[in-house]
């Protein structure tokens, strides 16, 4: 195929896949998306064959990849595997800071079922670009598109065909793409396919369309505030493939950007100065004694316990007050002990109370005693037999008469 008649913009988008034998060297651009996949049939010949008879083609093989000699990547690169049986993808987008500095990354892939490994390297060399960074840039929200997904070369190069159609700028070129749940966004139910979303940044060396520049108009922000679709002319080129929220669309004319320079200190090499040595302490060291401590910590308590003790007993042994208060609480167990020895001995009866004061004919009954009778010396609680020698409690007669 003529290399003259593929678009520029089609180069723009790095995409390596992985090899084998020998660490791969890379050199993408600064202020250009970078993608680099970790297929899993090239990594299976580095794996000995399963003795057992089995389908040894579909392994379950995940990758670790990190920075040699740190415990992760760069800051600028991501990597995204879904499952075990799909592949890797390193991704991201470097800076102007990256240029000339040798990234080296190693990938570590894992056999889940024989539990082998293999390990590779992979060298990024960022170069720098005359065109970096193009002055226009428009991010976009595609909400039907996981990571992964807008990732592969086919989906990404008809995303920015579709960009090219609406926008007509002479360069154009994939700056970054980031996941929505990156951003803040929440993990999709697992109902009715739906998909995570994605952010796509894209730049371009010329001003933004009248289709792009339509969401900024009044009645489009008012329809955005009220939670509704804008109308935007050129949505059609995209619906067909992707589903563009033109709410969240972000433009940026880098031209018309204030930059401001802070003055920050120097971060230093993170490498603590040298200060000599270690020295440890000389074996010939003086033993102590614990005894004179051991004695302090029990002496002490010891010596409190027995004054507040002696106080106390003071008090109440020696003391008028004291010795009162023991009198009066002795006198009190003496009497409740009388008390409780006195009902025991004694028969349990009807009490008075119980008795009928009106027979069934509804005549009043005249009092058990006389006015003349000595009601100091009667008991509360008498027995069944005092009362029928004091007493007895009068019967109806069918004359209606009383009787004694």
């Known amino acids: ?152 070369s086919e989906v990404l190069g008809d995303f920015l065909g579709a960009v090219k159609n609406v926008w007509q700028p002479e360069r154009l070129n994939a700056v970054n793409i980031t996941s929505a749940l990156d951003r803040g966004g929440r993990v999709p139910l697992p109902i009715n396919n739906l998909k995570e979303g994605v952010y796509v940044m894209v730049g371009a060396d010329v001003q933004f369309s009248s289709c792009l520049r339509e969401v900024e108009n009044s009645q489009n922000q008012l329809r955005c505030s009220q939670e509704m679709e804008p109308v935007i002319s050129c949505d059609k080129k995209f619906r067909a493939q992707f589903d563009i929220d033109w709410c969240k669309i972000n433009l ?62 003071y008090s109440m042994c020696c003391r008028r007050e004291g010795v009162i208060q023991l009198v009066h609480h002795s006198s009190i167990q003496k009497s409740t002990k009388e008390l409780r020895s006195m009902s025991k001995n004694r028969e349990i009866s009807w009490p008075l109370s119980t008795l009928p004061v009106f027979s069934q004919s509804g005549e009043v009954v005249p009092p058990l005693h006389p006015d003349n009778y000595e009601t100091t010396s009667m008991p509360l609680m008498q027995t069944q037999t005092n009362l029928q020698n004091q007493i007895q409690i009068p019967q109806q007669q069918p004359s209606g008469k009383w009787y004694s």
């Open 252 to 313: 940026v004319d880098i031209t018309k950007m204030i930059m401001i320079h802070s003055n920050r200190p120097d971060p230093g090499t993170g490498v603590l100065p040298d200060i000599g040595g270690y020295n440890p302490p000389p074996e010939s060291l003086k033993s102590r004694d614990f005894f004179a401590d051991f004695l302090i910590t029990l002496a002490v308590p010891s010596a409190v316990a027995m004054v507040l003790f002696s106080v106390l007993g």
């Open 1 to 152: 195929m003529d290399t003259k008649v593929v678009p520029v913009w089609i180069y723009m988008v790095v995409t390596i896949l992985s090899t084998l034998h020998a660490d791969r060297n890379v050199y993408p651009s600064a202020g250009v998306l970078f993608v680099h996949v970790l297929e899993r049939e090239h990594f299976k010949g580095e794996f000995p064959p399963y003795p057992k008879p089995g389908d040894s083609s579909n392994d379950p093989i995940t990758f670790n990849t990190n920075l040699m000699g740190y415990p992760d990547r760069p800051g600028w690169l991501r990597y995204i595997q879904r499952t075990s049986h799909s592949d890797g993808v390193l991704y991201g987008s470097p800076t102007a800071e990256h240029v000339g500095k040798a990234t080296i990354i190693e990938i570590i892939a894992y056999n889940r079922r024989t539990f082998e490994t293999a390990r590779h390297n992979l060298v990024i060399n960022i170069m720098s670009t005359e065109e970096y960074p193009l002055p226009y840039q428009a991010e976009f929200y595609i909400k039907n598109m996981n990571v992964e997904e807008m990732l592969a």
